[in-house]
RNA sequence: GCCCAGGUGGUGGAAUGGCAGACACACGGGACUUAAAAUCCCGAGCCGAAAGGCGUGCGGGUUCGACUCCCGCCCUGGGUACCA
């Protein structure tokens, strides 16, 4: 392949911009000018190195910051880590190696690669959350909501292995058992730091209205916020002096209710189950703890319960109704009790089935032997000497019952949130240490000058033989004095979660050295919010609702002045490996059909060459045994898979500048696509292809009309897709502009100039170098970005299709502005238009000026 | 299970109410070459000899006109609170 001379190019252009700093963002910069602040989701440095979903998003938001450099914008485009996390940690645990020493030698090795790639960011600024003298503003951070009362403590359910003396992650347990060793897991209350999100609930939900995300993301969070209104009914307990009390978003339906239902970690279910049932109860209850909330909840698995015992008092009708305990009601929502209506929710139905318990219909308009109803209707079965509810709907129910408990004494209208507060604690080393001391049994803030805390020299990474964190292996770490009472103190041992750093780091970039705060106001004033933030479509529920919520936190200390951070949030798909093709075969090494092979471990998928796959109806066929249906279909970059593509290989074979073009011509940014190696040699040859265009002779001369407009439409056609972000037509239309170009005698100037400083943003490393050759001296860095002229794209006759009945019948040339009589005269003038109306009638007309036109007729 | 997204040629995708398949990959043919690579030119949704017909996951609907809007389904992917 001829080949431009990428190698030397790029690297050369990667030095002149890091020796001239064209990218840095000057702390004293001209405020009058308007800013852009554009931010990519920072990277965990893992020990595997830069992926080729990383340049993604890099790629896309390092084209925005180069373009609105050119359109005169002060741009802020940071980089920095997010580098505390489990993998070095598990590195220590085997190697003993120090996390700091594993962390700083991969974050070395993700900067050279992604200086590699030609990214513009701003070195100056980088700033890594376990640099000591940034953790020291997480943990100032932390303290603030500890002064607000958002930090406390409590005990919460964590995933506890027994024999591994360790809580694991929910990813580290499978199927009840811990990934490594195969162990037991049980859900264990722990002591916990806590984080009291749901005071902000009402806000993270109303300011969703002052950001420009997709709906999707917003539709993520309000769902995970979960705002639902109901009420909270008191019930008696029969024999006991307790009342139980269930949240409800039914309320109309109470009369309905035929049976209670309990979480097994309900306090009072020990109260609740008899002599009779203990033994039951208990065994139940440890089955639950081996569950996850996900298969708790689960439709299709069937339903589990056992019967307490006791009876409580409806306390609409009185009636006696059994109390159950059940893993389908969770302790973490509501009062972690249930009043079960079967006949107008699912999952009380399935329940009620599986136990044979009473069904009662109090809304008319479902058919309840077959399925639960619960859609609106009027309701029936639903009064007592002193409410009735009969006849009216169900909006009308609620508020008419609630009312009437409320006036009783009996519940009150409730508003409730899926949300629950943030459990914030890890027993892990390689996170930032809590600043807290605990005095007397209390917790203790560290004092504010004595921060940054560093974590202990420990000399294992693993629990202590008491199954504490790993802090608490280093005593005199853990055993100090309080500065202000001089009482004997004991640091907290638990760290903070990786979010803890990546919940502020935005505005770090913004005045990253500062030793006195954590960020300037009048620098914050000037960058803030983030104008572009992109990052992957996973971390749209945690760590963007966590972030919000801590910014909402700093908003009410006075430290920033936006009430939300990320004005316009854009998500990459993620990039899948290279379509596979797979044939299965059977236990015995038979070849099977992709369809007998579905959801069955005895099957194993080989993967065969493309040559081996014929296309037949939906999908492929075995070239061999056409009756044998194979798998098409792109995978997940894994490891175990063996389908990585390393960005490295990729800019040592075709340049950065090929991979960047490639990642950004895959298709919508937003998207999920499969990788594909012939994909990038196709922009490679694009990218020979300007290089040679550029070995053309260079005129002085005008363009003639119709070079002009194609210069201008591409001009239009790349900026109007750079500002929506579709960077893969962007690229399509600058192909087309090449392909006719080269078709060019000669290349002037008025057309080479422009061209070069569209394609710049997107191959930066070539727009410099044909940008030099243009005779140039400086970087096009800062070069006004080019404006097309809409005149230049102005034709005199466009074509325009005529169609009868929808069908086309003819071609007609026309002016761009003729009116739609004119069109139609011009149509029915045609032979073909006149031929096919010949003999019928015309019912309608319809003229699209400058489009197309259709004569109805029949 | 629940929430969100996506299904268009052999492949990635384009067109967001107006000629489905821009641009690119792969493929076939040709030119150049001793040959290959590279490059250039031509072809091509599917069925059909052609006329023509059929085609944007499936089934309905709205409209002069639907990949695009509405309703119901199927399949695939992401998230599901200690992976980040």
């Known amino acids: 392949m001829a080949q431009y001379p990428f190698t030397d190019i790029e690297p050369k252009w990667q030095r002149y911009w890091l020796a001239n700093e064209t990218f840095r963002t000057p702390d004293e910069i001209d405020t009058s000018k308007p800013k852009f602040y554009v931010l990519d989701m920072f990277p965990y440095p893992s020990g595997s190195g830069l992926h080729v979903g990383h340049p993604e998003g890099y790629t896309a938001t390092d084209i925005t910051a180069r373009y609105k450099r050119m359109r005169g914008f002060n741009v802020l485009h940071p980089m920095g880590w997010d580098a505390f996390g489990l993998p070095a940690e598990q590195y220590a645990l085997q190697t003993g190696t120090h996390p700091a020493v594993t962390t700083q030698k991969n974050i070395d090795r993700f900067r050279e690669q992604l200086q590699s790639l030609g990214f513009s960011y701003d070195w100056s600024r980088e700033i890594a959350t376990t640099d000591p003298e940034y953790y020291k503003w997480t943990q100032w951070i932390f303290l603030k909501l500890f002064e607000k009362g958002l930090a406390y403590e409590a005990e919460a359910p964590v995933n506890w292995c027994p024999a591994l003396g360790t809580v694991l992650a929910n990813e580290e347990v499978i199927n009840g058992r811990s990934e490594r060793g195969d162990h037991p897991v049980v859900r264990k209350p722990m002591r916990q730091w806590m984080l009291k999100i749901t005071a902000y609930a009402e806000q993270l939900l109303d300011d969703l209205e002052l950001v420009d995300w997709p709906e999707s993301i917003k539709e993520m969070q309000r769902n995970w916020i979960g705002k639902s209104e ?170 008419k019952i609630t009312a009437w408990l409320e006036s009783k004494g009996l519940g009150q209208g409730k508003v409730n949130y899926k949300l629950r507060d943030w459990l914030f604690s890890r027993q892990r080393y390689w996170g930032e240490p809590f600043p807290i001391l605990h005095v007397d049994g209390n917790p203790v803030p560290v004092p504010e000058n004595e921060l940054p805390l560093t974590p202990p020299v420990v ?153 081996e796959a014929v296309k037949k109806g939906d999908g492929f066929v075995w070239k061999q045994d056409e009756s044998i249906r194979l798998r098409s279909r792109a995978h997940k970059m894994s490891k175990s898979r063996g389908n990585v593509i390393n960005p490295d290989d990729v800019v040592k074979q075709y340049g950065a500048d090929s991979l960047r073009l490639y990642e950004m011509f895959m298709g919508p940014l937003e998207q999920v696509k499969p990788w594909s190696m012939k994909g990038v040699e196709g922009v490679y040859r694009f990218l020979n292809k300007v290089w040679r265009l550029f070995e053309n002779p260079l005129t002085d001369t005008e363009c003639d009309p119709d070079q002009n407009r194609l210069v201008h439409a591409t001009i239009k056609k790349v900026t109007e897709d750079i500002e929506g972000m579709r960077y893969n037509t962007a690229i399509a239309s600058m192909m087309e502009f090449v392909n006719a170009a080269t078709k060019w005698e000669s290349l002037p100037r008025a057309a080479a100039n422009p061209f070069v400083l569209l394609l710049s943003p997107f191959a930066p490393h070539m727009g410099e170098e044909l940008w030099a050759k243009l005779g140039h001296a400086e970087t096009l860095a800062y070069e006004p970005w080019p404006e097309y002229d809409e005149s230049a794209l102005l034709r005199d006759e466009v074509e325009i299709l005529v169609q009868v009945t929808g069908k086309p019948k003819a071609r007609i040339m026309a002016s761009p502005t003729a009116t739609q009589a004119e069109l139609l005269t011009l149509a029915k003038a045609h032979p073909d238009v006149a031929a096919a109306l010949e003999g019928k009638t015309i019912r309608k007309e319809i003229a699209v000026p400058g489009r197309l036109v259709n004569i109805v007729a029949t």
Request: charged content about 25%.
């Open 230 to 399: 109901g009420a909270e009914v008191d019930f008696a307990v029969e024999g006991l002096d307790e009342t139980l009390r269930v949240y409800t978003t039914r309320p109309d339906t109470l009369f309905g209710a035929t049976y209670m239902v309990v979480s097994p970690e309900h306090p009072l279910l020990d109260r609740l189950a008899t002599d009779a049932t203990r033994a039951e109860v208990e065994a139940y209850r440890e089955t639950a703890s081996h569950k996850s909330d996900m298969e708790r909840t689960e439709l299709a698995k069937g339903k589990s319960g056992v019967f307490t015992g006791s009876y409580a008092i409806n306390p609409v009708n009185g009636q006696k109704i059994p109390v159950w305990t059940s893993d389908y009601v969770l302790i973490s929502y509501g009062t972690g009790a249930i009043m079960a209506v079967p006949a107008h929710d699912d999952r009380d139905y399935e329940f009620a089935k599986t136990f044979d318990l009473p069904i009662v219909e109090v809304i008319s308009g479902g058919n309840i032997e077959a399925e639960a109803f619960t859609g609106n209707g009027v309701l029936v079965n639903s009064a007592n000497d002193e409410i009735s509810l009969n006849g009216l709907e169900v909006a009308e129910s609620k508020a």
């Open 459 to 611: 000399d294992e990474y693993k629990p202590s033989p008491e199954g504490d964190p790993p802090f608490s292996r280093n005593a005199e770490w853990v055993n100090t004095t309080d500065p202000t009472t001089g009482k004997p103190a004991r640091r907290e041992t638990n760290t903070m979660p990786q979010w803890a750093g990546s919940c502020w780091y935005y505005l770090r970039y913004i005045d990253p050295k500062n030793d006195r705060a954590a960020i300037d106001p009048e620098k914050e004033k000037y960058w803030m919010p983030v104008d572009l933030y992109v990052g992957g479509a996973e971390h749209a529920v945690l760590h963007l609702l966590y972030a919000r919520f801590w910014h909402k936190v700093l908003y009410d200390c006075g430290v920033v002045h936006t009430k939300e951070p990320f004005h316009r949030l854009v998500n990459q798909g993620m990039i899948l490996g290279e379509v596979e093709i797979n044939l299965f075969r059977d236990a015995e090494g038979r070849p099977v059909s992709e369809s007998e092979a579905r959801n069955d471990e005895e099957f194993t998928a080989e993967r065969i060459p493309e040559s």
